[in-house]
């Protein structure tokens, strides 16, 4: 990984710092490191270890770090942080970094951090604080550049000159507003900077431009910025007035924890980090694992149903794990697919019937192949022709089901407003089970005795 | 999702247009739309619904439009647009984009459409062209900003006014260069903008500066770019000098690439989009099914090995398919986990231990909670208190190996070098049928007979 330390002079980790107790080291051991690396290493520490470092060195924790650390981790350390130097953190980041860290924080520390931070500070953290969760009201950057159209460049440029200060960090647009303070456009900075100071706002801007309500969930306004590239958005009240930005970094995290909720969610667990301990891996995993059992307690009783059949041909109870396994799998890719195709918003209901077309002609297909291999097997191995053809059918008749399981479960959930990826497995595979004894059991019954 | 739509003064589809034959309403249509929204649009149309939209309408395809499109639909499209149309559309558009499509051609088409463009952007593909698939040379955008660090805003303003039109579209830093071309820092246009014209860029510059490797993979760039929360970042070539830049727009696309390829490789699916056919869906699928097939064969042979027990006690048959089934799920819960960690790079070779034991004491605890309720259920059923016994020994038993496998699987894949989250579900589905049948079945024999 040559590269991803192309930044740093050398490759002295805080620890051995520590380990030395050389304040001085650890001090430039610190300036030398990006945040991102800082945040990493206390990231992969154990709990206990973790905690003594920042007691030992709690300058460890900027701003600029706690920003970049992983919320499980931010909320494992903010017990042992004391609230001055937890505001003192929060107001050198942009507001929509502190936010996330507040909302890390039980209730009385919270409101210890707000006390001891400047009213200002204050009053913006309560604004954000007031949004609901994951909407982007939480999540936007307060300030941001406007100009009115009538503007030049030229004024543009002298008006950011004067702010200074005020301005956001970082910023990649201005947004050109109309007399009711809404957006009509935008100028992209790098364009500004090579455009002639006397043309207008009004001639340079790009009119095509997507704002995002306050009151959007986190979701939707991630699919946006990926539809539309868009490396900053302008984000606009009910009335459609201009209140903050939302910039493509923040949305970059999003991205990447709504693919991590639907690839645990597929597999049934509810949440996860590297910093849980064994009992709350247990807790995250035993509620869908108990389902399971429930699910596969009544693929039992199907079995047990037919169990004088088992009894007398025991080449049944050898066979029928085969055509369950099969279906269980087949309907697993066919949900996964799905479930990946509506997260993408490339399902949609106007696609929907198509897809399900799709999926029941490739079930058809994958069962008939599978139905002759496996008859085949049965064959071969227990020399019984009606044997095999029981088998045969009860591979078609599973991947049928299978197959329409896989795409109408998670359309079903969508539609009832539910999220697809959550639990679908368990509707998709108990089917598949219960499908799968019951066609090759029943049929065995009929067929064979 | 009025939201989505907040760009658009009415909805007008294309396909409306086309329908009423209306020339001048299509071009409006055209206009007024976001390219996005007109790829979207095609995206949602079969294949030949599609065709037959591109046939009568070739002026659907700008290089906007091109660029926004997902890579199956458009290598679907691409045979049915002549070279110099091509050849217009990649000439609007950034190298990286232009380079994405030529790969999407037949060598026959490729060589056409190059052969149409104009001599510096085909150098210009050819450059990119020489780069393997998926590395940052292929991608990276040869255009970019840099400055000496010796020069002051205001010489960095005057040479990007000069430059003009041969700067990036767009572009977030200018990269500060030393006498060898190596970056060593950069400077945010924002902050350009801000800053006094007499100040040096050595006095501005940001020295913490990631550099990227054009024979990195994306995957890897990926990665730098969301731990650092990276706008863009300068591409260097072996000596380190300055060639290139990658921009975020073009990550987020990777990353939402790659981790499609987790959650479908998790499912063994090879790949799926929604313009596949029902035969290409089938054989995204069937390798994968067939695998199954010859493990699921392999689960079969343990309960034939032990068909005189279920012949005996034909419950074994009954209860048998609830401890495999609640093996594989737990394993797979752990699989995916770990899958997840590694990705996101939280799970390295530092991290491992704590993570394999983390999963061991949890595998032991669920093991225990779910085999007291599979022995209660067992007993209840068929008041046999040496079957409850049988099936508490095989639950723990099954969940131990579930929960090494889930964790030990795809580590050892990413250690010998393959991708964690290829195959690594069939081995551990493999592990948990077979430990679960062989255990619960053999310590029926040791018990029960």
Known sequence: ?????????????????????????????????????????????????????????????????????EDDVVEDILPFLDADRIADALSEMDNDDATQILE??????????????????????????AFDDETIGRLMQRAFVAAPEFWTVGDAITHMRETGEDLPELFFNVYVIDTAFKPIGYVPVSQLMRAQVDVRLSDLMIRKIVAIGQDVDQEEAAYQFEKYSLISAPVVNAEGRLVGMMTVDDIIHIIQDENKEDILALAGVTDAGLADTAVETVRARAPWLFINLLTAVLASLVIARFDYAITEIVALA??????????????????????????????????????????????????????????????????????????????????????????????????AGADPAVSSSVFVTTVTDVVGFFSFLGTAVIILL
Chains 1, 2 share one sequence.
Request: glycine share 4%; proline share 4%; with cysteine.
């Open 318 to 415: 050898v066979l029928m794990p085969i055509v369950a396994s099969m279906g269980g799998n087949a309907g697993t890719q066919a949900l996964t697919v799905a479930v990946r195709a509506l997260s993408e918003r490339e399902l949609t209901p106007q696609s929907a019937w198509r897809a399900i077309r799709r999926e029941t002609i490739a079930a058809a297909i994958i069962g008939l192949i599978f139905a002759v291999v496996l008859a085949l097997i049965a064959y071969i191995w227990f020399g019984d022709r009606e044997l095999a053809l029981v088998a045969f059918i009860a591979m078609i008749v599973n991947h049928l089901f299978a197959g329409l399981a896989g795409i109408a479960v998670p359309l079903g959930l969508k539609r």
């Open 1 to 69: 990984m040559s590269q991803s330390d192309s930044h740093l002079e050398e490759d002295t980790p805080i620890q051995d710092a520590l380990a030395m107790n050389d304040e001085v080291l650890l001090s430039e051991t610190l300036a030398r490191l990006h945040p991102a690396d800082v945040s990493d290493e206390l990231e992969q520490l154990s709990a206990a270890e973790r905690v003594n470092l920042i007691t030992r060195a709690p300058e460890l924790i900027s701003g600029d770090v706690l920003a970049e650390m």
């Open 104 to 129: 890390e924080m039980e209730d009385a520390q919270r409101d210890e951090v707000l006390c001891a931070a400047t009213p200002e500070d204050r009053a913006s953290y309560e604004e954000s604080l």
